[in-house]
């Protein structure tokens, strides 16, 4: 048995996720401790009023919902009974035996699995401790329940656990499943699995899934507000369907929340760049002067997925790479000149590059979106002879190209721009 807990601020959170999977035909609800009636007596008001009333006997305490999750192994079957009671005898042991909880069979993976809703707020209005609960009470709990209970132990599952959630994402497809639970197992699985440090470097990971997270143009409310909606991609790569705000999915990828991220994946990802780099040189060594379409599919062979940036008019101004091997995305120029985009182009001996997808407006801005996919295709070779003559426009083209500045991804939000207010002397 493995035991994930998760903590958050938001009751109604926790427990609509768990309900509208209920709705969706992917769980169901087969118990509850210490509530005054079955399960299937109460109404979704009755189930979360008794938390509410529970976490209201503390106001000072805003992290007091507790969602934890008891996976077991695929070759297990378990009946209903037997997930009760490893429920009731989990609880007890980490010190939730007393608290209002409900209990919920999920239908939505390859391995059975529970989930259990309650708070941390006792009944004379005292917080149970969350810190190191994982390590202090689950773990002894989970061994004492798989000695018990004749569970497979999590030393002999976690690896096949791991298995079953690989990138399960797969591309969204509008009109073929819900979006926002396409969307929502895309987030799931990108989210916390590769190390980004700006919106432009997570928007080249979803875009491999057909989903682009948008912030709108500069002078828009929700640009202003530090808003953040989901869409999701057509073939083309152009946004269709409605967008869906960032507060509406289960694990709230908010831009808030996606800015802590990446201040930590910044660090984190720092140890993985020679690696990228010696990668791309030896792809460089091995094509030589075979284009820059040459370059990209043999950093793809090797799990390095590379996304270019470019404008309306096919010009490049940003290269990204998304290494698979180590789960990291870098922007060529934070790797250095040398792998920048203008670099890039002139150490593979050609102006060529890939046709640019067509994208709506907003997302043809830098810094607002990322080719979702590189095509085959290559655009007119518009390179500068000197021995040839050439039209004034022409000149202007390839001058804009050389030119132009490389999208740095630390760039300065638009609402920090603004003057700050003088405060008024005291007469």
Not at 92 to 108: N, R, T, V
Not at 255 to 281: V, W, Y
Request: aromatic residues 6%.
């Amino acid at each position: 048995m493995v035991a994930v807990i998760k903590t958050g601020h938001s009751l109604h959170r926790t427990l609509n996720y768990n309900e509208n999977k209920v709705k969706e035909g992917l769980a169901r609800c087969i118990g509850q401790g210490n509530y005054p009636l079955d399960v299937n007596k109460m109404s979704l008001t009755m189930k979360l009023n008794r938390l509410l009333k529970r976490a209201e006997l503390n106001s000072n305490v805003s992290r007091n919902s507790v969602h934890i999750s008891l996976n077991f192994d695929p070759s297990e079957r378990l009946s209903q009974e037997k997930l009760m009671l490893i429920a009731d005898a989990y609880m007890e042991k980490i010190g939730f035996g007393k608290q209002p909880y409900l209990i919920y069979q999920h239908y939505d993976s390859g391995h059975p699995h529970i989930h259990l809703v309650t708070t941390n707020i006792e009944a004379n209005g005292n917080r149970i401790g969350l810190h190191h609960l994982g390590i202090r009470k689950s773990e002894p709990a989970r061994k004492a329940i798989e000695e018990a209970f004749g569970l497979i132990k999590a030393e002999n599952q976690k690896r096949s656990l791991q298995q079953l959630k690989p990138i399960s994402a797969q591309k969204v497809q509008y009109g073929k499943s819900t979006t926002k639970r396409a969307i929502q197992n895309v987030l799931e699985n990108v989210l916390d699995t590769y190390k980004y440090s700006s919106l432009p470097e997570l928007n080249a990971i979803l875009g491999q899934y057909n989903v682009k997270a948008e912030r709108g143009g500069e002078t828009s409310r929700m640009y202003r507000n530090n808003g953040l909606v989901y869409r999701v991609l057509d073939s083309e790569g152009n946004p269709i369907g409605v967008p869906i705000k960032a507060s509406l999915f289960y694990n709230k990828p908010t831009l808030k929340n996606l800015e802590k991220r990446f201040s930590d994946n910044k660090q984190g990802k720092a140890r993985h760049k020679l690696r990228l780099k010696n990668t791309i040189d030896k792809a460089l060594l091995r094509e030589g002067n075979s284009g820059l379409d040459k370059l990209i599919k043999a950093l793809d062979k090797q799990g390095v997925h590379t996304v270019l940036r470019q404008s309306q008019e096919g010009q490049l101004y940003g290269i990204t790479f998304v290494d698979h091997r180590t789960q990291c995305v870098f922007n060529g120029s934070e790797l250095g000149k040398p792998y920048s985009a203008k670099a890039i182009t002139e150490r593979c001996g050609s102006s060529k590059v890939p046709e640019p997808k067509l994208l709506s407006h907003s997302a043809q801005k830098p810094g607002f979106g990322l080719q979702p996919q590189h095509t085959a295709a290559e655009t007119k070779d518009t390179a500068h002879d000197p021995d040839s003559a050439t039209t004034k426009k022409t000149t202007e083209t390839i001058f804009d190209t050389l030119l132009q500045i490389e999208q740095v991804p630390d760039y300065l939000p638009y609402h920090l721009k603004k003057h700050r207010k003088r405060k008024k002397r005291k007469k």
